[in-house]
């Protein structure tokens, strides 16, 4: 494989199906099978903790939202890790174990998200979990998951300056994702002015402010900021404050379900996207929020982030079409989705490495874990729990797709904790 993390340069430097409470069909593995026999890993030498680990079976959850305001976005995780789980299953399990997956709901309310991940590690005693997209939810499931040493692989893009031995951050940092689109947007479109915009948590926020050291480091300006409520739907506002501030460039992070009114109301003020003034760059909308938005109504904004799903490479096209199979001809593929499909296979392969179940050694046996048939190429877990991945910038067509017109050369280090931007 050419991609490898020896040497890495920086960048440039919802609606779905309502099959998400079950998910039973079983589709080819992208994965070649490595068949191992459960009678060669006894349960009593790979589950010395007391997990829901069995002669049969090994159980995990899997907690997102697929109701309220982030359905839109999170239902494609679910639905990856449900293709994953399946693909695994297919090929005989995890030592010799099939997987089974208990699913709750965080409803988009972060308190619901710790009740749900004590139940899961408390009472279900699952072996790992899949789950959460805000950093908000993180945040509220984290301090469940270090006192009862739970196990998290978590999908999406984020703020960085986080590490837990307890989670797997199979999406980006602020490195790998926020640093590169600014250096991108500026050293190719010229950019000089900036409008930062984002729903009201600490995942938009942080990253504005990360945002914000780098522009001003890099000794352009920030016109304008502002927030809105997760759930907002009326944006004609700041619309009228972008128009006036003329900014080179609208920096968008607005999440979930308001990105359909933003969108919509951006074009029906008379911004037209395709002409680049403003240019619109966010790292907040996958093709998921444009099956909501409508791609007519978010042409010609670019977005940078990981994966999207016109990656062109054998890996992705098999993926592309397996999640299709399992979903529907009509679903499309996002950045978070493709990340929150790395997490079971991750764990798989932890799991293997260690020969056993138990939390403490999946900890210590995942730094170095790598995947060459990742839908986005290749990744690699990083020792600070992060994965080594390229960074590519989309620009948005009609037809809900982006078009890739960036990607860096090599992997990217990740790097929570930058300095200078903390």
Not at 129 to 152: D, H, I
Request: contains cysteine.
């Amino acid at each position: 494989m050419s991609d490898t993390p020896e040497n890495p340069k920086k960048p440039m430097e919802a609606s779905r199906r309502a099959v998400l409470m079950g998910g039973t069909a079983v589709a080819a593995s992208l994965f070649a099978p490595k068949f191992l026999s459960a009678s060669d890993y006894p349960t009593a030498a790979v589950n010395t903790t007391g997990l829901a680990v069995t002669d049969d079976e090994v159980t995990i959850g899997i907690l997102h939202s697929i109701t309220g305001t982030m359905a839109i976005s999170e239902t494609g995780s679910v639905q990856a890790e449900k293709l994953a789980i399946d693909q695994i299953n297919a090929q005989g399990g995890i030592l010799g174990r099939k997987i089974k997956y208990i699913q709750e709901d965080g409803a988009s309310d972060w308190p619901t998200f710790a009740e749900k991940a004590k139940k899961l590690l408390v009472n279900d005693k699952v072996a790992s979990v899949m789950g959460c997209w805000t950093s908000a939810s993180r945040k509220a499931v984290l301090p469940v998951f270090e006192q009862y040493n739970g196990f998290l692989y978590y999908p999406t893009f984020y703020e960085g300056l986080e590490q837990s031995p307890n989670v797997i951050y199979t999406g980006q940092e602020a490195t790998q994702q926020i640093i590169a689109g600014i250096d991108w947007v500026t050293q190719t479109k010229g950019a000089k002015s900036f409008f930062l915009l984002g729903s009201d948590y600490i995942w938009p926020r942080t990253s504005n402010k990360i945002a914000r050291k780098h522009i001003e480091k890099l000794g352009l300006k920030v016109v304008g900021e502002e927030y809105y409520p997760l759930g907002h739907t009326q944006f004609n506002s700041v619309i009228n404050k972008i128009r006036l501030k003329k900014p080179d460039v609208i920096y968008a992070i607005v999440v979930g379900g308001s990105n359909v009114a933003f969108y919509k109301q951006l074009k029906a003020a008379g911004i037209d996207m395709t002409k680049e003034k403003p240019l619109l760059l966010t790292i907040s909308v996958t093709e998921d929020e444009i099956r909501g938005i409508g791609g007519e109504n978010i042409v010609g904004a670019y977005a940078c982030m990981k994966y999207f799903q016109s990656l062109d490479n054998p890996n992705n096209v098999a993926f592309v079409e397996e999640f299709k199979k399992m979903w529907g001809e009509d679903i499309v593929i996002g950045d978070v989705t493709q990340a929150a499909y790395l997490g079971p296979w991750l764990w798989k392969a932890a799991v293997e490495k260690a020969g056993s179940f138990d939390i403490d050694k999946i900890r210590e046996a995942s730094p170095g874990i790598e995947l060459t048939t990742a839908p986005e190429g290749y990744v690699k877990v990083h020792e600070n729990h992060h994965l080594w991945s390229k960074t590519r910038v989309g620009h948005a067509k009609e037809d809900g797709q982006y078009e890739v017109v960036f990607e860096t050369a090599d992997l990217v280090e990740p790097d929570p904790f930058p300095e200078g931007y903390q």
